[in-house]
């Protein structure tokens, strides 16, 4: 996920006509200049490098994706017959809808059964690729307080969007700790990779006073 | 300031009893290990390395603060005789107080005329070296929208806080850009410094949709 510094993943006021919201596009304008980013969208181009690789590996690592309806259905008109996936997708829904073949490999089917019905049918296609859950914010939350995300990719975008959607907070009475396996810093952002790795511990307190 | 990934600086309840609220604890733990945030604290022992050097030059770098009323009263009991500034410090607020002398050089100045006038206070003693804006959360958000500050450092530990008081978020309509100065990783925390560069540039539109 691309979030700004101030924890923002869309701007504000996102629907279908505004899939990422007002300003939305700023914290996306890194990946858009990337070579297999574009290559994925049948766009000629791009810059190669540290950044470029990482999202290579990142697509070369899905063998399947999970997202929530709020997320198709704002994406499903720009994507038109061409969704980057190329792989199997499915989203979590309250209201049924028929399995969507598109051209490229892409599938779409709409499960109903909750998420971790949805996690199960994914990794069964996934076979020993990794399963993405794709987003939006609150389908992210509800894998997160389920315990059922192992890795947390966020591509730290350097900007205060002040409003949106936010990615993180309010998953639970508990923290989660965080094993941090990658840092990479490009121009106007910062990715990051973590492991979830331990809930809830007890730890030490400090030994003395604040700063 | 120490955030978690999820933009928390402070647990939920934080107060006089509790300055860094439930868990806020957590995003403390890496500098109390260093050498010199001990010394400063009248601590032997500790770590040495970039991390610790970074917290030495932060220190070095401060030749006045300015801070929120409600930091100060939550962190004046701990701190005793001994607060770490040996700096003016200037506490904004709406309840007078006369000035008050610590031992160790540190002075706590009471201002009530708003965050400009603390600042140029602060500014005037602190000559050539930076006026750092402690906290709370709320004084930093007041400088932000001011316009006020150069730079932010953000320590951002690896852990999903889920609740307490968040850094950042609605200072304004328009976005502010960031330029990332420095990152250094280090055990548990990714330290991060930016310039504050820019306020509601337009951009290019990106010229195709999401992934």
């Known amino acids: 996920m691309s979030m700004s510094l ?10 279908p006509g505004l899939p990422l919201g007002h300003g939305g596009e700023l914290l996306h ?23 470029d690789d990482l999202v290579a590996e990142g697509f070369s690592r899905i063998g399947a994706v999970v997202m929530g309806r709020r997320m198709f259905d704002n994406a499903e ?11 199997p997708v499915f989203v979590l829904t309250h209201r049924p809808r028929p399995v969507v ?20 049918q994914a990794r069964e296609l996934a076979g020993p690729m990794d399963v993405a859950v794709a987003g939006g914010a609150d389908v992210i939350r509800q894998y997160l307080r389920a315990r059922l995300l192992d890795e947390i990719q966020i591509h730290l975008v350097h900007v205060l969007l002040n409003d949106g959607v936010r990615l993180f907070g309010h998953l639970g009475p508990d923290y ?14 910062t990715h990051l990779r973590f492991l979830v790795e331990t809930t809830g511990e007890d730890r030490e307190p400090p030994e003395t006073a604040l700063f």
Chains 1, 2 share one sequence.
């Open 101 to 120: 073949v598109k051209p490229d490999g892409t599938t779409f089917t709409f499960v109903t059964d909750g998420p971790e019905c949805a996690l199960r």
């Open 77 to 87: 008109g720009p994507w038109g017959d061409s969704p980057p996936f190329h792989a």
């Open 6 to 15: 101030d924890g923002f993943v869309a701007g504000p006021d996102d629907g």
């Open 176 to 189: 989660l700790s965080l094993e941090r396996t990658r840092v990479l810093d490009a121009p106007g952002v």
């Open 29 to 51: 304008q890194w990946v858009y200049e990337q070579a297999s980013w574009r290559a994925r969208h049948g766009l000629v181009g791009g810059r190669t490098g540290p950044d």
